[in-house]
């Protein structure tokens, strides 16, 4: 069964470095998103992504925050000077034409 | 904003028995969905009810959809120690193709 898949499992930086969370979505489906869930916090959204371009975004995907599609299977979030806040577990997910959100397994990000 | 929360916060049962969690959010949704998370792990898809049903099934799960009250159960029938994890539910805005508003979640612990 196709998955959404992310790299890496784990991400250690220190605060103020660039990091780039890669996914690769299912390869049929359109709508792509990330999300963040801060340890024992909901799960929240950041951005959606759909024809190459961001269809919306949350209060937290600031100006550090940016999203592409390099090539046809590769969905990156970077985050350019990362805080000690920017800690979290980091999903991406992608959508069918059932509105269903597959989610991969998380990238968790720890800023030291 | 809409906000899905989920009822109880925790349950504990023992095996064989079933397990119920609510869930009620605040505006009008296109679709709600069901999610179960493991400890550190991924959100794994469960069962999506659109505005227009009422009740759905898939294997040992029941979900009911009432959006007069805005809220939604999950009933796990028979449950097993694996189905220990926590339980998320998420809705989507009226209009579709919008994204996921997730609740605190409901832990539940199935005892062997």
């Known amino acids: 069964e196709p998955e959404v898949t992310q790299t890496p499992s784990h991400q250690v930086t220190q605060m103020g470095q660039e990091v780039i969370l890669r996914c690769v979505p299912i390869?049929?489906?359109?709508?792509f998103y990330w999300y963040r869930q801060i340890l024992g916090q909901k799960v929240e959204f950041l951005v959606s992504f759909y024809n190459n371009e961001i269809s919306e975004k949350s209060e937290i995907f600031d100006d550090q925050f940016s999203v592409e599609r390099p090539d046809g299977s590769n969905f990156t979030l970077k985050i350019r000077s990362t805080k000690l806040e920017d800690s979290a577990m980091y999903f991406c997910?992608?959508?069918?034409?059932?509105?269903?959100?597959?989610f991969g397994p998380g990238t968790r990000l720890t800023v030291l | 904003s809409q906000q899905g929360e989920e009822d109880p916060q925790a349950l504990s049962i023992q095996e064989g028995e079933n397990a119920t969690m609510n869930c009620s959010y605040k505006?009008?949704?296109?679709?709600l969905q069901w999610y179960r998370q493991n400890s550190g792990r991924g959100l794994v898809h469960l069962i999506l009810?659109?505005?227009?049903?009422r009740e759905k099934h898939s294997g040992r799960l029941r979900v009911t959809l009432d959006t007069s009250k805005k809220s939604s159960s999950l009933l796990i029938t028979a449950s097993r120690a694996a189905d220990t994890a926590s339980y998320f539910c998420?809705?989507?805005?009226?209009?579709?193709?919008?994204?996921?508003?997730f609740g605190k979640g409901t832990r539940l612990s199935v005892i062997a």
């Open positions: 009810i659109r505005s227009n049903e």
């Open positions: 390869s049929n489906h359109l709508y």
């Open positions: 505006t009008s949704i296109n679709n």
């Open positions: 998420a809705t989507d805005r009226d209009g579709g193709n919008t994204p996921l508003v």
């Open positions: 997910a992608s959508r069918d034409n059932t509105d269903t959100q597959y």
